[in-house]
């Protein structure tokens, strides 16, 4: 299978994030108050402000060859498209990726999402399974264990699923016992995964532990579309060969399956799709586990020279993790309308109540957006001084207004920057897995992103 080509200039990356940082490093909640919106430049906004909503829509894919849409952009923004086009990977997935028939009894529980995920990894870990002769699957953040009861269901294969929700190993049970799968060869267990020696240790001895039963076999494993290569007649105990993947790895734990895959013998080959990259560890001005390659760190710490009060903060990996331009391409004028008013709304209130609301972002949520007097209202009841703070965000909407009509199109600019970062996180973890001697190593693209986001998989294999 082809994979993401990755001959993309670090450096490069680097310096186009220097020059264009006002763009992803602010909390979308300070836009107004640090007037990042002030930033855009002058001939950009003649030319998005003329642009109808579908040219909009589009604006994200100006920078491909192919693409012939856009016409009399100014020479800058141009040159930002096609470098963001340059410093990205592709996102569509080769034509080599497959899809299964999931029944509805099968898909019970799932929802659309879930469905077309599920449906696309299961058999690409089959595969990944057979490439690299392993004989157990281990599912990292398992959750309710739609994926594994697949693998098992439709391949046979053993899967142990690690998850630290108490409550969702629960749900994996009594989902199992729903399906008719209650074996030896598929169990969930509370295991929380990460990098330090003693974790790694447990996970060895936890493996050798289960070995002798969840690798015998079962009715299931004969009955799968691929027969399991385990006997359960036979009295020698198989040696585990583990498949290390976890769908939705959040924060540092995609570095630490990594580390796991590095250390621990038994682990054979990797499969990871990651998320969430600004809940990554992060103290003093950096993240514990970015970067992680020489490479990345040797680039960084050159610009940073030259750049001495710049860094890679949690607003840069958080738009990273943010949606794609597939899923912008879909917005409708009344969708604009609506994320326009939840970011302006949300930036009103940060600078209006300042520090008088603690749970400001608990108490938000059940907001009513339709306009700022039903927000008001619906944010302030009848507190003290509700009266104070309602006029004071009319106040305030009064003086930014003019940057609040410009929301959209600096939110556009964020959608052309995501996949730059993206492919910045990921490319760094696959250099550090090819700097680690595994010269196997990939990124591909698995789902359509339009329907989920974050549908990168970084795949490894130990050599036999």
């Known amino acids: 299978m082809e994979e993401t080509s990755f001959k993309i200039d670090i450096a490069s990356t680097l310096h186009f994030l220097i020059k264009y940082n006002w763009i992803h ?25 003329h642009l109808s909503n579908e040219e909009l829509n589009q604006l994200p894919y100006a920078g491909l060859t192919t693409f012939s849409k856009h016409t009399g952009l100014p020479t800058s923004l141009l040159e930002f498209l096609q470098t963001t086009t340059t410093l990205s990977m592709d996102r569509t997935p080769p034509s080599e990726i497959t899809e299964i028939n999931i029944d509805a009894f099968k898909a019970s529980g799932m929802n659309p999402k879930k469905f077309h995920e599920v449906s696309r990894m ?21 959750g309710l264990g739609y994926l594994d009861h697949i693998l098992h269901q439709q391949y046979g294969h053993s899967v142990l699923g690690l998850e630290v929700n108490e409550c969702h190993i629960s749900s994996a049970e009594r989902r199992v016992s729903k399906q ?20 790694t240790q447990r996970f060895e001895e936890m493996i050798a532990q289960l070995a002798p039963t969840i690798l015998r076999g079962c009715e299931h494993a004969v009955t799968g579309k691929h027969k399991s290569r385990h006997d359960a007649s036979c009295n020698e105990t198989p040696i585990p060969k583990v498949c290390l993947i976890g769908l939705h790895c959040c924060g540092d734990l995609t570095p630490a399956m990594m580390s796991f895959f590095h250390t621990v013998t038994c682990v054979r080959s990797l499969c990871c799709i990651s998320c969430c990259y600004h809940k990554m ?37 958080r738009l990273g993790a943010q949606q794609t331009r597939a899923s912008w391409r879909e917005q409708s004028v009344e969708d604009h309308k609506d994320h326009m008013k939840h970011v302006a709304f949300r930036a009103l209130l940060e600078m209006a109540v300042d520090a008088d609301f603690p749970e400001i972002r608990k108490r938000v949520r059940k907001c009513d957006f339709t306009s700022l007097s039903a927000f008001g209202d619906s944010f302030f009841h009848n507190d003290e001084k509700s009266t104070f703070y309602k006029d004071k965000l009319y106040e305030l909407y009064a003086k930014y207004e003019q940057e609040i009509n410009l ?7 964020q959608v052309i920057v995501q996949p730059v970062v993206e492919t910045l996180i990921y490319q760094d973890r696959l250099i550090w897995l090819l700097e680690s001697g595994y010269q196997n190593s990939k990124v591909i693209p698995l789902f359509d992103d339009q ?14």
């Open 281 to 317: 560890m992060y103290s003093s001005g950096s993240f514990s586990k970015f970067p992680l390659s020489s490479t990345l760190k040797t680039q960084l710490s050159n610009v940073q020279k030259k750049n001495p009060s710049w860094q890679i903060s949690p607003c840069t990996l």
């Open 407 to 413: 929301i959209e199109f600096f939110t556009c600019l």
């Open 180 to 199: 008719g799968l209650s074996c030896h060869c598929l169990k969930s267990m509370k295991f929380n995964i990460t990098s330090d020696i003693e974790c």
């Open 122 to 142: 299961a058999p690409f870990v089959n595969d990944i399974m057979l490439e690299a002769d392993c004989n157990l699957i281990v599912d990292v953040g398992s």
């Open 25 to 49: 490093n602010t909390q979308v909640t300070e836009l107004l108050k640090k007037r990042v919106l002030t930033n855009l430049p002058t001939e950009w906004l003649c030319h998005l402000q």
């Open 451 to 464: 329907i989920s986001p974050r549908n990168l998989a970084l795949v490894s294999y130990k050599s036999v």
